[in-house]
Structure formats: C-alpha cells, structure tokens
C-alpha cells in the first residue's frame, strides 16, 4: 500500500484593508469591488479588515477569503462583536484587547469572554500583542496569558506583532528574533500574524526605495526577524497547518508612514512576494 503524502503546512498571505484607506488618493479611492479585483490580481489570499459585509460578501464571491480585525474593551462587547464576523464566514479574528491601563486580572476576564465568544461561534479570536491595549508591553502580554492559563488551564490564543515590542526595547537589528523570542510555545499554536517591518527605533519601516530596490532596513528586518519567526512557527507546525500573515501596512495619515515613505500599497504587494520567498526556502527543509 502506498504512503499517503504528507500535507505540508501552508502560508495565507492576507492584504490589510487598511492600507488602502483613501487609495490611490483620499478624493477618488478604490470602491470595494476595485479593492478586491486589485487585491486577487495582485496574489493575495483575501484581506484583514473589520466586519464588513459588503467587503466580505466581494471577497468570497471572488474565491478570496476575509480574516477580521475589531476592538473589545469589555466582557459586555464580545459576544456581539465576535458574532458580527462569524455571520459573514470569517474565522479568524485578531482582537484588540482592553486599554493601556487596564489590570491584568481585568483584562484576564474579557480575555475569557473573547474566547467563550469564539467557541460558541465556531471561530476563533486571537488576542494581540498592541499598543494602547492591555498587552502593549511584553511584560503585560505574557502576564495575561500566564494569568489565562493558571486560571483557565489552556494557553490564550494570541496574535505576534513584534513590532511594538521592537521599538519598547529598542533593540538592535541582531537581537532582533532572540529578544522577541519569548513564548515560542504561544507563536507556534497560533494562526495568525501580522508582519510589518520595523526597525529598533521604528515601527513601521518602508519595504522598498520606490525604485523597486528593497529598502536596507527591510532586508535586515527579513533576515533578523522575519526568517527566524517563520521558522519557530514551522518547527510547531502540525501536517496541513496553515499561518495567516498579514502584511500590516498603515497609510499615510496613520501615524505609520511618513511622508517620505513610498507607496504603502506597491511595498505590500512587495513585502508578500518577500515573505513568499522565505516560506518556500524555509519549507525545503520542513519535516513532519
């Protein structure tokens, strides 16, 4: 009888809603269905953006898929705000947790509501590492989920943006993947991530020159960090596993990109080609 082939974990790169904002310009941007024919043109697997029915039923009409964004601030919120994206299909959902000042033992609660949320409607939240919510420091983010766990006894599903954390420590680009390392165990059960370059000083930082050269600091970023993530994650990744990456890009007016920066759209649609790169390379030498 012949061995049935292994089915090899797989990567969705996922375009931000949010870096088109206001695109091509704020006075004539793309409507919805421009937004969506430009995004499956350029090889994307859908897009992040908030429950937005109009954008999800688009996505889904043209065999792309929709993973969703949202805020909840209080155990009150979730079950509503949950069950918006699991009525449009969306499965994952990253969740912004709370405030800057909120307690751990508070947030661990709405933490608990999310999840209960989740599994009600077959989907599944995860929490991310962000500024300005309950997890904007490393220290605060695995408080929560050690408080999660001893409480709850399962770990708290989370989403990894290193590039807050990045910019917290001011770290140097090789230290990059070594100091933002901490719970391995918490990246690789997760399936979702967000992925924007950054630098120890900045967190977002520009793809390419607008030349179509990648700009120096990005290729570090890949080397440094992007690499080595992907990798931690595919160390864990169970046969069939499939990771979500969104290249999380802000517009200009963001707060992210300066006005210096080039195209934020062409240097997402760059930064997915990147990542596709080091997925492939990363997966010649992936075993069960």
């Given at each position: 009888?012949?061995?049935?082939?292994?089915?090899?974990?797989?990567?969705?790169?996922?375009?931000?809603?949010?870096?088109?904002?206001?695109?091509?310009?704020?006075?004539?941007p793309w409507t919805v269905q421009t937004?969506?024919?430009?995004?499956?043109?350029?090889?994307?697997?859908?897009?992040?953006?908030?429950?937005?029915?109009?954008?999800?039923?688009?996505?889904?009409?043209?065999?792309?898929?929709?993973?969703?964004?949202?805020?909840?601030?209080?155990?009150?919120?979730?079950?509503?705000?949950?069950?918006?994206?699991?009525?449009?299909?969306?499965?994952?959902?990253?969740?912004?947790?709370?405030?800057?000042?909120?307690?751990?033992?508070?947030?661990?609660?709405?933490?608990?509501?999310?999840?209960?949320?989740?599994?009600?409607?077959?989907?599944?939240?995860?929490i991310e590492i962000h500024r300005d919510?309950?997890?904007?420091?490393?220290?605060?983010?695995?408080?929560?989920?050690?408080?999660?766990?001893?409480?709850?006894?399962?770990?708290?599903?989370?989403?990894?943006?290193?590039?807050?954390?990045?910019?917290?420590?001011?770290?140097?680009?090789?230290?990059?993947?070594?100091?933002?390392?901490e719970r391995v165990d918490l990246l690789?059960?997760?399936?979702?991530?967000?992925?924007?370059?950054?630098?120890?000083?900045?967190?977002?930082?520009?793809?390419?020159?607008?030349?179509?050269?990648?700009?120096?600091?990005?290729?570090?970023?890949?080397?440094?960090?992007?690499?080595?993530?992907?990798?931690?994650?595919?160390?864990?990744?169970?046969?069939?596993?499939?990771?979500?990456?969104?290249?999380?890009?802000?517009?200009?007016?963001?707060?992210?990109?300066?006005?210096?920066?080039?195209?934020?759209?062409?240097?997402?649609?760059?930064?997915?080609?990147?990542?596709?790169?080091?997925?492939?390379?990363?997966?010649?030498?992936?075993?069960?």
């Open positions: 009888m012949a061995k049935k082939a292994v089915q090899k974990p797989k990567i969705k790169i996922m375009a931000a809603d949010w870096s088109l904002r206001d695109y091509p310009s704020a006075r004539h937004k969506v024919r430009k995004v499956k043109e350029a090889g994307f697997a859908g897009m992040s953006a908030g429950a937005n029915a109009e954008l999800a039923a688009e996505l889904h009409a043209n065999g792309l898929e929709m993973v969703g964004g949202v805020d909840v601030g209080d155990k009150k919120e979730a079950e509503k705000k949950i069950k918006a994206f699991a009525d449009l299909g969306v499965i994952h959902i990253n969740v912004q947790l709370c405030d800057h000042d909120t307690r751990t033992k508070d947030a661990r609660k709405v933490a608990r509501a999310v999840v209960k949320a989740g599994k009600k409607h077959g989907v599944k939240p995860a919510t309950c997890t904007e420091t490393p220290e605060k983010a695995f408080a929560l989920a050690e408080a999660y766990q001893k409480k709850y006894k399962k770990k708290l599903r989370m989403n990894f943006d290193h590039s807050h954390p990045a910019i917290i420590k001011q770290l140097r680009p090789d230290e990059y993947w070594a100091r933002l390392s690789q059960m997760h399936e979702l991530i967000h992925f924007r370059p950054f630098t120890g000083s900045h967190c977002q930082t520009p793809v390419t020159n607008g030349k179509g050269r990648l700009d120096r600091d990005f290729k570090i970023w890949l080397a440094n960090y992007l690499e080595p993530a992907l990798d931690a994650w595919l160390q864990g990744a169970k046969p069939g596993a499939t990771l979500y990456a969104v290249p999380e890009l802000g517009p200009q007016g963001s707060g992210y990109a300066l006005a210096c920066f080039p195209d934020i759209w062409q240097d997402a649609i760059r930064e997915k080609n990147e990542i596709v790169k080091v997925w492939r390379r990363l997966m010649r030498n992936w075993k069960e």
